[in-house]
C-alpha cells in the first residue's frame, strides 16, 4: 500500500492499522532525519493515544529512510541520506525504553547501528 505523505493522525492511523493487518505499506514525511520522523510520528497523537500508537508505530516499523538532495560545487545535485533498519534488536531497545523518549533514543542508535 502506497500512502502518498503521512500528515496527520489520520492518516498515520490509517496506515498503522493496514501495517498491523500485515500489508506492506510505504509512506513519506517530509522531516530532517530518521528520529525526526520518529518525533513526528509520536507526537502526531496526543494523551493515551499516543503510548498505543507509539507502540504500534515500532511493532510495524522496517526501515525508515531520510534523503536530502543537495547541490555540488559543479552546479548538480547528490543525496545525502541517513537511514536506521527496524531489527528486532532495534525495536526491542526502544519498547523496552521510555516512550517519551523514543527521538534520543532513535537518534543514538542511527549512530551506533544506522547509516
Not at 35 to 57: H, K, N, P, Y
Not at 59 to 64: D, G, V
Not at 98 to 109: F, I, Q, W, Y
Amino acid at each position: 500500500i502506497m500512502v502518498g505523505e503521512c500528515r496527520d493522525a489520520e492518516t498515520i492511523s490509517a496506515a498503522l492499522e493496514a501495517a498491523l493487518t500485515g500489508h506492506p505499506v510505504y509512506t513519506t514525511l517530509h522531516t530532517s532525519g530518521v528520529a525526526e520522523t520518529m518525533r513526528r510520528l509520536v507526537t502526531s497523537f496526543s494523551g493515551e493515544e499516543r503510548l498505543g500508537r507509539t507502540i504500534d508505530i515500532l511493532e510495524t516499523i522496517r526501515l525508515c529512510i531520510w534523503q536530502k538532495l543537495v547541490p555540488t560545487v559543479d552546479e548538480r545535485r547528490v543525496a545525502l541520506r541517513e537511514y536506521l533498519v527496524f531489527d528486532e534488536e532495534v525495536r526491542d531497545i526502544l519498547l523496552e525504553g521510555d516512550p517519551n523518549e523514543v527521538t534520543s533514543a532513535t537518534r543514538k542508535l542511527v549512530r551506533q547501528k544506522g547509516q
